[in-house]
């Protein structure tokens, strides 16, 4: 039982020391403020390719998460990089890459895509 709670605390507090490292190199953004700001920056879509054909915020490009490491090329450090996947859990990790690879400047949409309402394509 002792060995039990030790581990929920670890596991707590783990998760307590990524959420706020994560704070210090991802920006959550409101759709207002995502908005503002894109469209001077890369917008990245990381769902898959078929979940951004059935839609996906204007302007944006697709990277897949699962593609991220091997197409870092056709991103640049020197300009923002504005991130969105379904809700937000593969847009944090793709944040975490970049943060890694030395990208400085990085955003993310709240709620991601499931809550925008903004323009949008599909084919």
Same mark, same amino acid.
């Given at each position: 039982?002792?060995?039990? &709670?030790? !581990? @929920? ?6 998760? &307590?020391?990524?959420?706020?490292? =994560?704070?210090?190199?991802?920006? &959550? ?16 879509? &990381?769902?898959? *390719? ?6 996906? @915020?204007?302007? !944006? ?11 870092? /090329? ?5 300009? *923002? ?13 793709? !944040? ?7 990208? =400085? ?14 323009? /949008?394509?599909?084919?």
């Amino acid at each position: 039982m002792e060995y039990l &709670v030790i !581990a @929920i605390v670890a596991l707590v507090a783990f998760g &307590v020391f990524r959420y706020f490292r =994560q704070r210090s190199y991802l920006k &959550v953004l409101t759709e207002d403020q995502f908005r503002e700001g894109y469209r001077k920056a890369q917008l990245i879509d &990381v769902r898959e *390719p078929q979940e951004f054909e059935r839609g996906h @915020i204007l302007g !944006a490009r697709n990277i897949p998460i699962t593609q991220m490491k091997q197409r870092l /090329i056709e991103l640049r450090k020197d300009k *923002p990089v504005y991130l969105y996947c379904q809700g937000a859990s593969r847009s944090a990790r793709a !944040a975490q890459l970049l943060h890694k690879k030395g990208y =400085q400047d990085i955003y993310q949409l709240k709620g991601g895509f499931k809550k925008w309402t903004g323009k /949008i394509k599909a084919k």
